[in-house]
């Protein structure tokens, strides 16, 4: 099973950069989200392909007309929290406050009950396990936030399992779509989106998605915009990580999606049978 997401939020939502933090900074920069949307409904057109969409809040609260033409297209919209903020950052009333704020703004959009989250930088991590309970009381069945390896930022190496499970954490359940993982010798390599997929050459992709029984992609606008400026504030490591491999990452994708099938969250739910995947407790 392999499934298409995307999470829309600008090219200046890069995390943990002082000058990109908050919507105080994002009013010094220029939007690229109705572009950035052109080429990502470019590209399923082009492979006919479905996906879901994991959406900024505060996109949907400035572009709600965003929002309604991904629901009109026949889309699934998710979560992506309303400021983008790293959660591991935030106590469980702000993150919660925060969360619900984004829920109800989608919602407001398109009348269409929000079920699937996915965290900023996949930011639930050992210390804010607490995040899974404030997704189930806010009505979320389904999350894409578990990055089962360490990372910069985030990450939950200790879960361990990179295929569809059940998250059990203080008498909740909720459905876990985390990131695959393909491992050499012992070690989880990423591949599947963002800067991975933009740096890894083709043929590495392809070979790995073919020894793969599960794929959950994650991509940006950002990632297929050639255009963009840089944003300020960034270590040269980081902007190595943010820009490697743009220009080839759209028709890169294209192929990787003519090329494998590749299904949204709803229809990955409704063909997976949960009796039968690993209960993770928490
Ligand atoms: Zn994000």
Known sequence: MKILTFDIEEWFHILDNKKTKTISEWSNFDSRIHFGMDLIYDIIQ???????????????????????EISDRGFELGSHTHLHQLAYEQDRKTFYN?????????????????????????????????????LHELGITKDSSVFPAGRAHGGLPSYNVAIPSIIEYNGIKLKEFPINTHTILG????????????????????????????????FHPRDFDIDQPIVPGLSLP???????????????????????DFIDLNQADQEINWNHVPKIKL
């Open 46 to 68: 082009k492979t006919e392909k479905s996906a879901t969409f994991f959406v900024v809040g505060w996109m949907a609260e400035k572009y709600p007309e965003i929002i309604r």
């Open 98 to 134: 925060d969360v619900e704020k984004s829920i109800k703004t989608l919602e407001d959009c398109t009348g269409v009950k929000v079920t699937s989250f996915r965290a900023p930088g996949f930011s639930i991590t050992e210390n804010n396990k607490w995040a899974f309970e404030v």
């Open 187 to 218: 070690k989880p390599f990423m591949f599947s989106g963002g800067g991975y997929f933009r740096l890894l050459p083709y043929k590495t992709i392809e070979n790995w998605t073919n020894q793969s029984n599960y794929v959950m992609t994650y």
């Open 238 to 260: 980081r902007r190595f990580k943010s820009y490697v491999g743009i220009k080839n990452c759209k028709p890169k994708l294209e192929r990787w999606l003519n090329d494998f």
